[in-house]
């Protein structure tokens, strides 16, 4: 084989590696990608990281898990930040208490990089902690700080959404403590006629607690008693 012939068989050899390359990152992007898409199902999916509360991981973990807002429950997923070590989490809303958006906590080394006015703005309730029974019917709290919406304010602005998607799909209903609230308020009691029971099953439809069948169907108990 001539210089000629072994330089393009070179530049053929270097052309194939560059590709296999390329193809490979594209590859993971694409997965990367399919990894932070909403699940099949999903009212809403954000992006939020590790602060603590499970008891597999009891430190705050860095990157990227999938909140997903199901018809039943909650599902965190991960994505090819967080893959290496977690496996994912599901929680029932008929064993959820309402969760909290609650301020973020500012790290040591924030404390020590900014100025009082950074803090102050630093301040966001972009956090969520959600209390739930676990399997076990141990009260526990799962927090997690919001990273969809890029800075601190977008964040916090992304956690009002988030409470208003669970209000506009009547997914507050479906949480332990509030299915406790409706079905006390259905019972009459000798302090309560069906009249001050009607009032307040109209407030907690009002709240977005009761579904306009739920509230219905409760009232119809209630008239049938008077």
Known sequence: MGLA???KSGISKAQEIAKDS?????????????MKAPLEGSIERYGVTYVGGLTQYPTKKSGEIGLNIMPDRFIFTATSTT??????????YDRIKNP?????????????LSSSENLNSM???NNIEITYDNEEGIEAVLRVEMLTGTTIYGQAGKCREFMDKLRQNRILSKFKSNEDKASAAAQQTPQDDPITQLK?????KDMGILSEEEFNAKKSELLAKM
């Open 123 to 125: 301040q966001q309730k």
């Open 83 to 92: 893959m290496d070590w977690f496996t994912g989490f599901e929680i029932p």
């Open 100 to 112: 909290e958006i609650v301020e973020r906590t500012i790290s040591n080394t924030e404390m020590l």
């Open 5 to 7: 012939d072994k330089l």
């Open 22 to 34: 390329i193809d490979k990152v594209k590859a993971s992007n694409a997965e990367a990608k399919a």
């Open 200 to 204: 307040k099953l109209a407030e907690l």
